[in-house]
């Protein structure tokens, strides 16, 4: 069983910076890939990025590649998501997940455990 909470969302300008944090539970944290997901209203649920057990292999979706970064530390528990240039479009309320797959998955209906989610909006 893994409890997820994310916090850091927040009102920022297009072009800023914000940096969400996930905190999981669980003494097995290190064995679950990891991924970000957002919601737009309106919109359906997306994958933004995701992140391998050992932290060594990174995905991300095209609209965020090279504006977002994921990482971990299996020590603390945590997986964060450093997001950069941020864009109007770019609102949405955004997910922390985790999955017992033994590969990284971009399908939110691969996801075993949800955070509560924290909103992020972008003004212009």
């Known amino acids: 069983q893994v409890q997820l909470v994310e916090s850091g969302g927040g009102l920022v300008q297009a072009g800023g910076s914000l940096r969400l944090s996930c905190a999981a539970s669980?003494?097995?944290?290190?064995?679950?890939?990891m991924g970000w997901f957002r919601q737009a209203p309106g919109k359906e649920r997306e994958f933004v990025a995701a992140?391998?057990?050992?932290?060594?292999?990174?995905y991300y979706a095209d609209s965020v590649k090279g504006r977002f970064t994921i990482s971990r530390d299996n020590a603390k528990n945590t997986v964060a998501l450093q997001m950069d240039s941020l864009r109007p479009e770019d609102t949405a309320v955004y997910y922390c997940?985790?999955?017992?797959?033994?590969?990284?998955?971009?399908?939110?209906?691969?996801?075993?455990?949800w955070g509560q989610g924290t909103q992020v909006t972008v003004s212009s």
């Open positions: 992140i391998r057990w050992s932290g060594g292999s990174t």
């Open positions: 997940a985790a999955t017992r797959s033994a590969i990284v998955t971009t399908n939110e209906y691969d996801y075993d455990y």
């Open positions: 669980g003494r097995t944290f290190s064995r679950y890939v």
